[in-house]
């Protein structure tokens, strides 16, 4: 369905068994998808040190926030270390000195926002997406087809975040979905900010006002007020 500027107060639905998940939905329409700004490079650079002087890989062992996603994903039979949080995986390529990609200002930016907070972010074509969001567990036997093309087989506990008739987002923003990917032709998408149970609701306020920032900054398009949704 088309959204309107507001986001519906039952657009996202939970329907695993987990307290106080969360997350917040913006809408960006009137989208121009290019490459990123020149002037990106500086920002992110500075954005880089800071991360670098905060963290470190040790540390991140033991960050509350990260442990909270590693906790929910054991929760669902997914093993953390082999499946990381798109957020700490992010993290942890700057800290080992690594740039992040260079895709388009639009996943660049949301990249850069979600690394800065360290809370996941998805990315949904809207055009793309059919009915509302639903948090799940995945089916036995469904598949997958992740950004790149790679397919995962579900083995029928995996937590996965689905429109109505397919999975967009493998874990809880690990992966991405092919079919829902942003494109140069993408018009309008939604942003989605993952919170984990453990994650304070002052947390995922203070990421999505950062994050709405970074887009109002970088990128071209209209932004919907942020909707927020918690079980």
């Not at 917040?24 to 290019?34: A, C, D, G, I, Q």
């Not at 996943?107 to 949904?124: C, E, K, Q």
């Not at 453990?198 to 990421?207: F, K």
Request: contains cysteine.
């Amino acid at each position: 369905m088309a959204l309107n500027d507001k986001i519906p107060s039952g657009f996202m639905r939970f329907e695993v068994g987990r307290e106080n998940l969360g997350a917040s939905v913006l809408r960006m329409s009137e989208l121009t998808v290019e490459k990123t700004d020149d002037r990106f490079t500086g920002f992110e650079r500075r954005v880089f040190d800071e991360i670098r002087s905060e963290y470190t890989l040790e540390g991140l062992k033991n960050d509350p926030v990260f442990s909270a996603y590693r906790d929910l994903y054991w929760s669902f039979g997914m093993d953390p270390t082999k499946l990381r949080v798109s957020s700490e995986a992010l993290i942890r390529r700057i800290v080992k000195g690594q740039n992040l990609w260079r895709i388009s200002n639009v996943v660049d930016v949301a990249n850069l926002a979600s690394a800065r907070h360290r809370l996941p972010i998805g990315l949904i074509d809207e055009s793309r997406f059919v009915g509302s969001l639903r948090v799940r567990s995945a089916q036995d036997g469904e598949i997958f087809k992740r950004i790149g093309g790679d397919e995962i087989e579900c083995r029928g506990r995996e937590i996965v975040v689905s429109d109505d008739e397919k999975i967009v987002c493998f874990g809880y923003a690990t992966h991405d979905s092919e079919e829902t990917k942003i494109t140069k032709t993408t018009s309008s998408c939604l942003l989605i900010v993952y919170a984990a149970p453990g994650v304070t609701r002052r947390h995922v306020t203070s990421a999505v006002d950062m994050t709405c920032q970074m887009v109002n900054d970088w990128i071209d398009c209209s932004v919907s007020p942020p909707a927020y949704f918690f079980v």
